[in-house]
């Protein structure tokens, strides 16, 4: 089973400035097949980015994903208020498809 | 207009049995996998398993794999996630999800579901 470490857990930030998160996994994720999503408190989660890097429709594009092997990133550019939030990666390239165990983009 | 609707929140008391249900509609049900994903409350997401309808393929993520049973009724578009005998640990949200490429190929979950509170209380 892959394991997703997110990084870090909590990122206080203000509206305007830039997101980073991690997502490292145990073993290489085949073909990047490397999913973020974004949850909003009391709804399902969203899909935000696959294949590592293309963005899902509708998204906007100040979220951007990155990385490939082990290392993957999620920026946004300029965060919006509607952003802050918690973010899960995932792999599903293999069974069983693991999540990452969030980061809560919270304001400053 | 894919949609997934889940049946409603349920309160149980542990030992007790449950099936919950996921119903597909606005797509070819039986070409796509559902997924089954738990969050406890207040906690991260885990995929739980999976099943391919058009066949039952199904695969279970070890740490539910013998906890609970995912099925699946292609001919009213319903997947299904039931227990034989619940414990007060099984209190969580659950999600059925659907990825966005048909067939048996890897996708991330594009459609979800409402979600279905389990409550399991003496």
């Known amino acids: 089973e892959i394991v997703l470490t997110q990084s870090p857990g909590t990122l206080s930030l203000s509206p305007g400035e830039r997101a980073t998160l991690s997502c490292r996994a145990s073993?290489?994720?085949?073909?990047?097949?490397l999913a973020w999503y974004q949850q909003k408190p009391g709804q399902a989660p969203s899909l935000l980015i696959y294949?590592?890097?293309t963005r899902a429709t509708g998204i906007p594009d100040r979220f951007s994903g990155s990385g490939s092997g082990t290392d993957f990133t999620l920026t946004v550019s300029r965060l919006e208020p509607e952003d802050f939030a918690v973010y899960y990666c995932q792999q599903y390239g293999s069974s069983p498809g693991t999540f990452g165990q969030g980061t809560k983009v919270e304001i400053k | 207009e894919v949609q997934l609707v889940q049946s409603g929140a349920e309160v149980k008391k542990p030992g007790e049995s449950l099936k919950i249900s996921c119903k597909g509609s606005?797509?070819?049900?039986?070409?796509?996998?559902i997924g089954w994903v738990r969050q406890m409350p207040g906690k991260g997401l885990e995929w739980m398993g999976i099943i391919y309808p058009g066949d039952s393929d199904t695969r279970y993520s070890p740490s539910f794999q013998g906890q609970v049973t995912i099925s699946a009724d292609k001919s009213i578009s319903t997947a299904y996630l039931q227990w034989s005998s619940l414990k007060a640990s099984d209190t969580a949200m659950y999600y059925c999800?659907?990825?966005?490429?048909?067939?048996?190929?890897?996708?991330?979950?594009?459609?979800w579901g409402q979600g279905t509170l389990v409550t399991v209380s003496s």
């Open positions: 999800a659907r990825p966005s490429a048909a067939g048996k190929v890897p996708s991330a979950f594009d459609y």
């Open positions: 606005g797509y070819t049900f039986t070409t796509y996998w």
């Open positions: 073993q290489t994720v085949s073909s990047s097949y």
């Open positions: 294949g590592a890097s």
